[in-house]
């Protein structure tokens, strides 16, 4: 089996490709590799999976790393490479991590989403038509939801009301990918992740900020005055349901029989100010925080439902948040 991971670099990218390496299949990634965080970062990660190389290199050559991985790199938007990439590869399986990541970005940079997270999901998208994909696997958000007050979030709930430019893009690549199944046979499964956290992390979270900003001595921001539930979902947890799904294969839970959606999160939201806690026992450190009004385009609570998750691929989230933020933790400091 050959997999396609878009967004090899990322957090979750990395991580999936680590994975499925591991098995009997050969992953080929695919990163632009742009600065939207340091770059240095997303080359560390490259490195760990036996890919060395400078993020000045442009070269659309294949790269390998170790056990099954090859790498490309390359914008998803390249029209002409992506085309070319799937005649050339021959994918059984795609997974399309690469987008334009970060809520807040969303509304001071626009074009970059539009860009990423509709032309380059619409590229992914059609070649997985044109070159007939087996299952085409794909990252959405718990944004979708937006301020909806019905909880726990079941992607039943009607999504039609999204607060930020990322959210809306998601709600567009589900409606495209159903379209596209619809249309073409195109077996699509698309993911709602819920704010996934844990080693290699990426430095836009919170998680990540607070970290930092304690051993500083630096003030954190805490928004709402503190009050806000997010479920948290600590890496190894996504990663083991997406590996499931690769080996299961495509399993749909709607009426059109090629397409699915699935939240994957760990369903049990936590306090925000808990959370906090949670790291200052693990750094030893307690948190100079600043109580700050609401975001633009933050959401009040996020909650998965996953029963179907559960039901059809035996998802099992099992990591605490303790185990998981010691993890974190650990890496940032060693």
């Not at 790269?63 to 799937?86: H, M, P, Q, R």
């Not at 007939?132 to 979708?144: E, P």
């Amino acid at each position: 089996m050959k997999v396609l991971v878009t967004g090899a670099a990322g957090f979750i990218g990395y991580h999936v490709v680590k994975k499925l390496s591991n098995s009997n299949i050969q992953v080929v990634g695919l990163d632009n590799l742009n600065d939207y965080y340091d770059v240095n970062l997303k080359l560390s990660r490259l490195k760990e999976l036996g890919i060395d190389i400078k993020s000045n290199f442009f070269e659309q050559k294949k790269i390998k790393g170790k056990n099954n991985v090859y790498f490309y790199k390359e914008d998803i938007c390249n029209t002409a490479f992506i085309e070319s990439l799937f005649k050339k590869e021959k994918f059984d399986i795609v997974i399309h991590l690469a987008a334009q990541a970060g809520v807040r970005y969303s509304i001071t940079n626009p074009d970059a989403y539009i860009d990423s997270n509709i032309y380059g999901f619409y590229n992914i998208l059609k070649n997985c038509k044109n070159h007939k994909i087996d299952h085409f696997i794909y990252a959405s958000s718990s944004s979708v939801y937006g301020n909806s007050r019905k909880t726990p979030f079941s992607t039943l709930d009607s999504v039609n009301e999204p607060i930020s430019l990322y959210a809306a893009t998601k709600k567009s690549n589900e409606l495209l990918a159903h379209t596209y199944s619809h249309l073409y046979n195109l077996k699509t499964t698309g993911l709602r992740f819920f704010t996934v956290y844990g080693p290699w992390g990426r430095p836009d979270m919170a998680y990540f900020k607070f970290v930092k900003a304690i051993l500083a001595d630096e003030n954190i921001p805490v928004y709402n005055k503190g009050k806000l539930k997010r479920d948290f979902t600590y890496i190894d947890d996504i990663v083991n349901g997406i590996d499931r799904i690769v080996t299961k294969g495509f399993i749909s839970n709607s009426e059109n029989k090629n397409y699915s959606i699935y939240n994957i999160g760990n369903g049990n939201p936590i306090e925000l100010m808990e959370f906090i806690t949670i790291i200052e026992k693990h750094l030893k450190k307690k948190a100079k925080i600043e109580m700050l009004p609401m975001q633009e385009g933050d959401v009040y609570k996020t909650w998965a439902e996953i029963s179907d998750l559960e039901k059809n691929y035996d998802y099992t989230p099992n990591t605490t948040l303790d185990f998981g933020i010691k993890k974190f933790v650990d890496w940032y400091l060693g």
